[in-house]
């Protein structure tokens, strides 16, 4: 690991000046992401600026009668707070969902929005990778693509988002709160990340001098009718090789509303509107929820190695919105799939 400097800002706006005044450092909060990136040479900061200690680790009602969580709330305490479990269960079940036990008790909110891609090839510097140094190339495309994309990639790039926390949080439309050194901004979560384009190393649209304060969550949270479905290779402690947030409101037998997000198929957690109006009126059956499966992935692509995650994000889109629709969510401690 390289040397580097330290240091511990009082407040938002002291940390927003640090950052903005020094193109290589990095805001580190719990740190389970970035310092593994340092350890292995990807991440190179010259400095560390510790957001720990900032006053950003409260959940809190909206004034639109949502939910406020704080960027350093930690994703133990979320999972686990009453007002999560019982209004946003979805939420609580996607982030039990990834991880361990340790690691979420350190991982934070913010933190997890930024989390970079697992691809084995970004993580080995003496690969080529676009997204770890531009202009190289994309040895996935052409190695062990397993675990990639199927959905949104690019002749530069075919990694996948990692995170499983937001994946609910795109079901949810959430919102993310943000500070720079021009003010404060409210970013969609849908255009939080991005697609890699010929650009895989701009992962989100937070620009490198602005800090996330808070995530907002609607007040509509389907608490009656959701489901996170993670489907990976061992039961725990495992990357999604596809995961789904499916939730819906029922009215008289019919769909209502209708929310739908992929984990582990794309760059950013993926969620198609027209499927979700597709779903939008109808009666919940397999061949409704199969036809909104198609429609989300009427451009999948597969690579030599996981063109089998196409059949297989069709088949858990499916489970997912039928677990959801008879208010059976998947649960996070005994996994066998519903």
Request: aromatic share 6%; charged share 20%.
């Amino acid at each position: 690991m390289i040397g580097f400097q330290y240091v511990r800002p009082s407040n938002i706006a002291d940390a927003v000046r640090l950052v903005a005044a020094d193109p290589a450092a990095k805001f580190v909060a719990g740190g389970t992401n970035l310092l593994d990136l340092m350890k292995e040479d990807v991440e190179r900061p010259s400095r560390l600026v510790d957001i720990s200690r900032l006053p950003l680790k409260t959940v809190e009602d909206s004034a639109d009668g949502g939910l406020r969580i704080g960027a350093l709330v930690p994703n133990s305490d979320l999972a686990y707070h009453p007002v999560v479990a019982r209004r946003y269960p979805i939420l609580a079940s996607a982030i039990l969902a990834g991880a361990s036990a340790q690691l979420r008790n350190m991982a934070s909110t913010g933190g997890n929005l930024m989390q970079r891609t697992r691809c084995p090839y970004f993580y080995d510097v003496v690969t080529p990778c676009n997204k770890r140094e531009p202009g190289t190339g994309c040895s996935a495309i052409g190695g062990h693509n397993r675990g990639h994309a199927i959905l949104g990639s690019s002749d530069a790039c075919i990694a996948v988002h990692p995170s499983d926390m937001c994946v609910a949080l795109a079901a949810l439309d959430a919102a993310v709160h943000v500070v720079g050194p021009d003010g404060s901004r409210l970013i969609a979560f849908g255009d939080f990340h991005r697609l890699p384009g010929d650009t895989p190393h701009l992962e989100t649209n937070l620009q490198r001098d602005e800090i996330i304060v808070a995530v907002e969550v609607p007040a509509e949270g389907f608490a009656e009718n959701h489901t996170y479905l993670k489907i990976r290779d061992r039961l725990s402690y495992a990357f999604a090789l596809v995961s789904v947030a499916a939730a819906l409101e029922l009215d008289r037998g019919t769909i209502r509303q209708a929310r739908l997000a992929a984990g582990g198929v794309a760059h950013k957690p993926w969620r198609d509107k027209s499927a979700e109006a597709a779903l939008i009126g109808q009666v919940p059956n397999r061949a409704v929820f199969a036809r909104a499966a198609d429609i989300i992935l009427r451009d999948a692509k597969g690579w030599e190695h996981n063109a089998f995650k196409i059949e297989l994000a069709h088949r858990v889109i499916v489970r997912a919105l039928s677990q959801a629709a008879a208010g059976r969510p998947q649960s996070q401690s005994n996994k066998t799939i519903q």
